[in-house]
C-alpha cells in the first residue's frame, strides 16, 4: 500500500509540476532540465540505497524515502516566494531531485522484499509477484498523471502540493502503528562495489541501460512536444493541448502497467526454469527490436501525411505492449539471479542501470527532438535495442 500511494503522488507531483511551469511560460525543453537532474539523483541514489538497505534494513530506505518525499513536497511550498522565473527553476530542479532519491529509496525497498518473501525454488511465483508489483505500480503512476491534472484543474499549485504531503503523512503514521516490512539480513560489508559479483547481473543490468534508454528517448521529451504541437496545429488552446498530451501519456503508461502484471499470463508462464524464461525473453527482445524499426520507417516515410498521428500512436501503444514483456522479465530475472542475502545490494545496482538508461533516453530525447524531429528520435530508440538485445544474449553462456 505504501509504495502505491507513494507512487501515485510520484507521477501527480510530475504533471503538477510541468503544468505549473508551462503557466509560468517555460517550455517543454526548458523543463526537460527537471528530469535530468531527477534521473541522475536516481543513479546515486541507487548505488548507495542497496549498501544501506543491506547495512541497516529496509525499513531505513522505506521510511526514509517517504520521508524525504515529504520534505521535497514541503520545500516546494516556497516556490512563489522568488521573484524570478529562473531561480523558480533552479530552486524546483534541486527540490525534484530531493523526489528522485526518495522514489529510488522506495522502490529499491519495495522489489527488495519480495525477493524475501518468496521460496528460492518457487521461480514461477517470484515472476508473478514481480509483474504484478511491477505492472501496479506503472498503472497506479499513470493514475497519478491524472490526479495531478485534476488538482491542478480544481486547484492551484501550493494547495495541490499540501493535500499530496497531507497523505504521505497520514501513510508514515499508518505505517508506524502497523506492522514493519520484512527485514533482510544485514551484512558487514563496508564496501560500496560499483559492479556485481555476479557476471549475469552485470550483463542484465548492461541490458537494462538501453532497454530503458530506448523508450525515454521518444518517451520523455520528444512525444510531448510532438504532439503538444500537433495538437496546435489543430487551433486547440494551449491548455486543452497541455491535458490531452498529459493524458495521453497517463493513458500510454496505464496501459504499459497493466500489460506488466499480466505479463505471466501473456507468456504462459509454467516452469520454474530460468533458462528457458531466458530462452522466451529473446524472443520478445527481436519482437520489440523489429517493432521499433517498423515505427521508425513508416515514420520517415509518412511523416508529413495528416494521418501520420494515428499510425504513430497505434504504434506506440504495441511498442507499449512489448517493452512492458520485456521489462517485466528483466525484473524478475534480477531477483532470479539475486540471493536473499545479498538481494538488496544486487537490486540497488540494477536499478542504477535503469536510472543510468532513462538519464541518458531522456537527454537524447532533447537532443534528437532538437535536431531531427521525432522521427529521428524514433530512430535512435531503435539503434539501443540491440546494444541491449546483445548484453542480454550473454545471459545464454
Known sequence: ??????????????????????????????????????????????????????????????????????????????????????SKLIFTIFVYGLSGIAKDLVKMSAKSSVKLIVNENQQSKLFKWVSTLTGSKNAVKGLGFFLGGALMSFFNF?????????????????????KPIIQNKKIRSKQIKLFSKSKKINYLSFSRIFL??????????????????????FDITDSKAFFLDGGFLALWVIFYGITQ????????????????????????FLHLLFC??????????LNDSN?????????????????AVNSSL??????????????????????????????????????????????GALFCSTIFIPIGLLYFLKLEN
Open 158 to 178: 501550493k494547495i495541490s502540493i499540501i493535500i499530496m504531503t497531507l497523505c504521505l503523512i497520514i501513510l508514515i503514521l499508518f505505517l508506524m502503528l502497523s
Open 1 to 86: 500500500m505504501s509504495y502505491w500511494l507513494f507512487m501515485l503522488t510520484d507521477g501527480a507531483l510530475r504533471i503538477i509540476i510541468l503544468f505549473n511551469f508551462h503557466l509560468l511560460g517555460f517550455s517543454p525543453l526548458d523543463l526537460a532540465y527537471l528530469f535530468f537532474v531527477y534521473e541522475l539523483m536516481g543513479i546515486l541514489t541507487n548505488l548507495l540505497a542497496g549498501w544501506i538497505a543491506a547495512r541497516f534494513g529496509l525499513n531505513i530506505t522505506l521510511y526514509g524515502g517517504l520521508i524525504i518525499q515529504i520534505c521535497a513536497l514541503s520545500l516546494l511550498l516556497n516556490l512563489n516566494n522568488f521573484d524570478y522565473t529562473s
Open 330 to 375: 528483466h525484473s524478475f530475472f534480477i531477483l532470479a539471479f539475486s540471493n536473499k542475502i545479498n538481494v538488496t545490494l544486487d537490486v540497488g545496482f540494477y536499478y542504477m542501470s535503469n536510472a543510468t538508461g532513462r538519464f541518458v533516453g531522456t537527454l537524447l530525447s532533447e537532443l534528437t527532438y532538437q535536431y531531427f524531429g521525432i522521427v
Open 307 to 323: 494521418y501520420y498521428v494515428y499510425f504513430l500512436i497505434f504504434g506506440l501503444f504495441l511498442f507499449g505492449i512489448l517493452f
Open 292 to 301: 521499433s524499426a517498423v515505427i521508425s520507417i513508416i515514420s520517415f516515410l
Open 261 to 284: 502484471a499480466f505479463t505471466p499470463k501473456i507468456i504462459n508462464i509454467s516452469t520454474n526454469n530460468v533458462a528457458t524464461l531466458i530462452k522466451r525473453s529473446k524472443i520478445w
Open 212 to 233: 530503458f534508454g530506448a523508450r525515454d528517448i521518444w518517451f520523455v521529451v520528444s512525444l510531448p512536444i510532438f504532439l503538444y504541437e500537433t495538437l496546435r496545429n
